[in-house]
């Protein structure tokens, strides 16, 4: 981005169509449900949760914070801004606070997104990236784990690993490793990876999107073998007298022979606390979505309304269905990007400061990663239209096919991008956030948010000191001890995976 556009960027007024979504700067123009969908009847609600006439669930609102090893993650180009802290991603210290203060606020986990490449399709270059510090400078997601969990009490952590990129042995080792030191608070987002240059830095070429998802099947396979199948229960027997640690005859080889991977022995690994660690998705595509109805736990979604999300969340809820589980047995965060302050006045003019910083260039180069379309050079009243490509499908589908009722453009994207992300924005004192967070759980289906930030930590800050506060005394915070281990922190009723899931099948 060069200096005359930050100069036109600083001189915007805050733009509408962003605002009316969610509160209420222009309500009598715009209205807040107008650019929001209508208000579903597909919503349906988890087993035991009641509706009041105003059509509230009262379901606890479950949190997770969205972050990466990075200086910046959704609201690139607010590394700039001074209340913002991204830059400090290399000190450890910075991970132990941000981790202390969600501890504190009861947040589920922290999820820690990752990719292996460099978003290089705007343009056709990396630049973009490099210079707006789109997710470039970063690094590895899973180091800063076991000092975050040694300084927390309950908080869990899912952290993103691409199956395309991770051989399933020494994977499911890393995993068992952190499981075993976080005492059961490790999940993994399993992703497929979309970059294109991810692939071709460890010498491969990215897989065509479905077959990504048949090869995410068998890691899976392997991984559950590894983890649920290699060592019984009690092969471990720990006994001095006998001189036996563990029993040869409780240690199986897993003797996997597939399309992608074989593995003949056995896992290193004795068993975890979770044995299988929770198990996050976040692909929406037809196949995204089949592939998290039979193994994930937690799904995050994302989308700019309710009416979108709404039908998204029902589409998920029903594959779970198809795959023989409960569909309510999984727990589902809407993105959002709260921006809150004590009146609802400081908050407007926090996001005020966020949009006069906030990098409309980065933002593309972002969405050209996501979704593999290259939006440089594109009129910027041009309407969006569904493609398919073989980066990731539901990125683009969310404002083209998913949203019939509205035309997005380059502009409007790259503005509703460039703070926050795919999801939608709440800005306001902490009643304005904590009815718009009740609002877009009732009419969603959603059962929590994967909270995003704007400045880091303060956006996490600012929802630990005034909307926690204010779900609890709704009646609508989760409970603060949930369970030792991640998976029933989400709800689980015990440490390992449930039987409805195909990953206890592989248990001996
Ligand atoms: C909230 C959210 C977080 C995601 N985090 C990551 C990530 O950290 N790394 C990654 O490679 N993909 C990530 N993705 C992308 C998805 O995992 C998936 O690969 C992508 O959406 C393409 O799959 P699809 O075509 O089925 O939607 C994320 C998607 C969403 C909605």
Redesign the pocket.
């Known amino acids: 981005m060069t200096r005359l556009e930050h100069g036109a960027i600083l001189q915007r007024t805050v733009p509408q169509h962003r605002v009316c979504g969610l509160w209420t700067f222009q309500e009598t123009e715009c209205g807040p449900r107008k650019l929001d969908g209508e208000r579903t009847s597909e919503v349906s609600t988890p087993k035991g949760s009641t509706v009041d006439n105003s059509g509230r669930s009262g379901k606890p609102i479950r949190l997770n914070a969205?972050v990466?090893n990075a200086v910046t993650h959704q609201s690139s180009g607010l590394w700039r801004h001074p209340d913002d802290r991204g830059r400090r991603y290399t000190d450890l210290e910075h991970w132990v606070e941000l981790a202390r203060t969600i501890d504190e606020a009861d947040f589920d986990s922290l999820f820690i997104?990752?990719?292996l490449g460099m978003s290089d399709v705007y343009a056709g270059s990396r630049d973009a990236a490099l210079a707006n510090g789109v997710q470039v400078p970063q690094g590895d997601p899973m180091m800063a784990v076991s000092a975050m969990a040694a300084a927390t009490r309950g908080l869990g952590f899912g952290i993103?690993a691409?199956v395309s990129y991770e051989h399933p042995f020494s994977l499911a080792r890393r995993f068992t490793t952190l499981d075993h030191l976080t005492k059961g608070r490790v999940g993994w987002?399993v992703?497929?990876?979309?970059?294109t240059s991810a692939a071709e830095n460890l010498g491969l070429t990215r897989l065509p999107?479905d077959e990504r998802?048949a090869l995410a099947e068998e890691h899976l396979e392997v991984c559950y073998k590894l983890w649920e199948g290699s060592w019984e229960d009690d092969a471990v027997v720990d006994d001095p007298e006998r001189g036996l640690f563990t029993d040869p005859s409780k240690v199986h080889d897993i003797d996997h022979e597939g399309t992608y991977f074989t593995v003949p022995g056995a896992f290193l690994c004795e068993p975890s606390p979770q044995r299988t660690p929770t198990l996050f998705?976040?692909?929406?595509?037809s196949?995204?979505?089949s592939f998290a109805g039979r193994h994930a736990e937690a799904v995050?979604?994302?989308g700019p309304s309710t009416g979108v999300l709404a039908r998204n969340i029902a589409k998920l809820r029903e594959q779970i269905e198809a795959a023989g589980r409960d569909p309510h047995s999984v727990v589902v965060y809407a993105?959002l990007t709260p921006i809150v302050a004590e009146t609802d006045a400081l908050a407007e003019a926090k996001y005020r400061s966020y949009l006069d910083l906030a990098s409309r260039e980065a933002a593309l180069s972002l969405f050209g990663g996501?979704t593999g379309l290259d939006l440089a050079g594109v009129p910027s009243d041009q309407p969006l239209r569904y493609a398919e490509t073989d980066?990731?499908?539901?990125?683009l589908a969310v404002f083209t096919s998913d949203d019939p009722d509205r035309d997005w453009t380059t502009a409007d994207i790259a503005e509703h991008l460039a703070v926050g992300g795919?999801g939608p924005v709440a800005v306001g004192g902490p009643e304005r956030v904590a009815d718009e967070m009740e609002r877009w759980i009732d009419e969603t289906g959603a059962d929590g948010f994967?909270l995003a930030f704007a400045v880091t930590p303060g956006t996490f800050a600012d929802v630990a000191e005034y909307v926690v506060p204010e779900l609890r005394r709704r009646g609508r915070a989760v409970a603060p001890d949930r369970g030792p281990t991640l998976r029933e922190r989400l709800g689980g009723t015990g440490p390992r995976l449930p039987k409805d899931h195909v990953g206890s099948t592989y248990h001996r």
């Open positions: 969205f990466q997104a990752d990719v993103t691409s987002n992703v497929t990876g979309y970059l999107h998802y998705q976040a692909g929406a595509s196949s995204g979505l995050f979604v994302s993105q996501w980066a990731g499908r539901s990125a795919r994967n």
